[in-house]
């Protein structure tokens, strides 16, 4: 016997993804690892991150994780990137533990846009 | 939350509604008007609950063609097989103690037969080919001198392949092996002549076909060397071999459902048919997409498929409102690819993305477009989201 495994927030964002998607010349970072593709693609101006998105192939706490990243850190400074931890988002989603492995690749893949984006605004550096 | 009226319904292979017809004569044995007696008692309430539980052995016997004192009710098709097996197993122990099974079979007779591996019996687990059928060379080959009991279902729960137990029998009897059947998924829904086929054992259960649940029965054939140990002790009731009080009004149900059954098998068999073969028409065509099991030879009421490059947990999650089966026997949090698909040869990716649609009598054509639909579009979403894969 089991009980809903999502709570209603993950429902919600898996229902309406409404970040998913991609950006024609926008920044962008993908990663594949622990049975999940993630690609989060950014546009930024004045430093901040005016939109974002994302393409996501795994299960529907990966989604919903996504999706709630892209809603929250749209409008931020691109260097809040460099400093997300996803465990806010797995308490407040209520993802199983067992899970965190493959939504730590979302993480893996913030940072990852984080660089990206920081080495495209200095080029020098 | 889902309203329970948004439901639609396709996971009849893992238990249908009671037949409105046996619920209520169910209603009415169980009450002060009824005949709630225990049938071990010897006053004229008792003798009556006997004469209802007689009737109903005889209308389920009449279903498989066999005599109706060849029928032990158990609480459903998990303990005949337990009873079978185990029950089987030492009964012929002295003869010898292998055994043989397939890897497709479910929990409730792998199970069993684990527990006799750790008691120092020795199985062998036969793989199916890719269509999920048994290779009967495979068997014949298997067989042995101290092989007594081999255990092959009739039709899987999963994908919906029938095995041809009639051959299976054929090569067991000439061997004097006792060969018993899963018959969970089959009973009241195909034709089974027990009078006919080589069976010694056959499990079965009332929920899979408009029956309540938490009854069974085992078949136990009127041969010299088929007998099974009782796994239960604490009455004499059924020969003794699985003790305890009758429940008058599920034994009543479930031989309701069987004289239900076998009125309107060919019936049932062609809607089966119908709505199997409109929602495979409805999909075939997506790109991707693999009947697990066969299509032409499998059960109608079950259709398993699997698609390429989905992710299984959340198709099964933008199925809904549909109440259909994954192909992943879910393991806390984390849903595991079956080990029945597994089998079969299809890889982890494409075992996990396997759905299990099930229809049954209530099914509709409008259920089955819903279905479609539904599946469709999950698939292009799922696949509208997901990245290229990194190179």
């Not at chain 2, 044995?29 to 004229?44: I, K, Q, R």
């Amino acid at each position: 016997m089991s009980g809903d495994p999502y709570s209603e927030r993950v429902r919600q964002l898996f229902e309406a993804p409404r970040h998913a998607g991609s950006l024609g010349g926008a920044l962008s970072a993908t990663l594949e690892d622990q049975g999940v593709r993630i690609r989060l693609a950014a546009e930024i101006a004045d430093g901040e991150m005016r939109t974002l998105r994302f393409q996501a192939w795994g299960c529907p706490h990966v989604i919903a994780v996504a999706e709630a990243f892209c809603a929250d850190y749209e409008g931020k400074s691109v260097s809040t990137l460099l400093e997300f931890s996803v465990s806010d988002l797995m308490q407040s989603l209520s993802v199983p533990v067992e899970k965190t492995g493959r939504i730590l690749v979302i993480e893996d893949a913030v940072r990852s846009l984080g660089n990206i984006v920081r080495d495209a605004s200095n080029p020098d550096d | 939350m889902i309203e329970r009226a948004a439901l639609v319904y396709l996971d009849y292979a893992a238990s249908t509604p009671v037949d409105s017809r046996v619920a209520k004569a169910m209603t009415a044995l169980m009450t002060v008007d009824g005949n709630f007696a225990n049938p071990s008692s010897t006053h004229a309430a008792g003798r009556r609950s006997v004469e209802h539980i007689a009737h109903a052995a005889g209308q389920l016997a009449a279903l498989l063609n066999t005599d109706a004192d060849r029928l032990i009710w158990t609480s459903g098709a998990t303990e005949s097989d337990n009873l079978a097996i185990l029950g089987g197993a030492h009964f012929r122990q002295e003869r010898g103690r292998h055994l043989i099974t397939m890897r497709t079979e479910h929990k409730a007779v792998v199970d069993p037969f684990n527990v006799l591996e750790k008691q120092g019996f020795e199985v062998t687990w036969l793989d199916p080919e890719t269509d999920g059928v048994l290779d009967i060379a495979k068997l014949e080959a298997a067989l042995r001198q101290d092989t007594q009991l081999v255990s092959i279902m009739h039709v899987n729960n999963e994908t919906g392949v029938v095995q041809d137990i009639e051959q299976i029998g054929t090569v067991c009897r000439a061997r004097d092996v006792l060969l018993h059947v899963d018959a969970a998924q089959s009973v009241g829904k195909l034709p089974i002549d027990l009078e006919a086929l080589p069976v010694d054992l056959m499990s079965m259960t009332a929920h899979k076909v408009y029956g309540p649940k938490g009854i069974g029965a085992l078949y136990i054939a009127d041969r010299p060397g088929v007998h099974v140990d009782p796994l239960l002790f604490g009455g004499g009731q059924q020969q003794r071999l699985r003790p305890g009080t009758l429940p008058v009004q599920q034994i009543v149900a479930f031989g309701m459902t069987a004289e239900i059954a076998r009125s309107r098998m060919s019936d049932d068999l062609e809607h089966l048919r119908a709505m199997h073969n409109r929602f495979w028409s409805g999909i075939r065509d997506l790109p991707g997409v693999l009947v697990n099991g066969c299509i032409e030879t499998g059960f109608p009421g079950i259709l398993n498929v699997s698609i390429e490059d989905i992710e299984g947990e959340s198709l099964l999650l933008a199925l809904e409102p549909l109440c259909v089966a994954t192909g992943s026997a879910c393991n806390s949090q984390i849903q595991e690819p079956s080990y029945v698909l597994r089998a079969l040869g299809r890889s982890d990716a494409l075992a996990q993305s396997a759905i299990r649609f099930s229809f049954g009598r209530p099914t509709r054509i409008e259920h089955v477009d819903f279905a479609i639909d539904r599946y469709r579009s999950a698939i292009e979403k799922l696949r509208r989201i997901a990245p290229e894969r990194v190179q």
